[in-house]
Nanobody
């Protein structure tokens, strides 16, 4: 499975961005996809996840009500709509995919495939 993120960039606080992650390869076996982010000088953290068949969504508390994850099964693409962005949302955002049923879907180790990341910078 290959993942490629797009849509990152520079935005002012309060603004919006939409990230996309296109998957290719063995996508028919996808169970869930997620978004993680790594702020400067910090560890990678969970942002949101969505199961591929049922569309169940999971969010980190820090983004609930501001970010929305969605998927397009036909295009093998997952999106992250980010609204009301804050400077603390500045990070490299990574898309991830798992072909296995997991317990949580919010842990780094639950995902086998990762994209190269896209930079999101929110200015104050």
């Amino acid at each position: 499975v290959q993942l490629v993120e797009s849509g990152g960039g520079l935005v002012q606080a309060g603004g919006s961005l939409r990230l996309s992650c296109a998957a290719s390869g063995r996508t028919f076996s996808t169970v869930a996809m997620g978004w993680f982010r790594q702020p400067p000088g910090k560890e990678r953290e969970f942002v949101a996840a969505i199961t591929w068949s049922g569309g169940r969504t999971i969010y980190a508390d820090s983004v609930k009500g501001r970010f929305t994850i969605s998927r397009d099964n036909a295009k093998n693409t997952v999106y992250l709509q980010m609204n009301s962005l804050k400077p603390e949302d500045t990070a490299v955002y990574y898309c991830a995919s798992t072909l296995s049923v997991r317990r949580w879907y919010d842990r780094n180790y639950e995902y086998e495939y990762w994209g190269p990341g896209t930079q999101v910078t929110v200015s104050s």
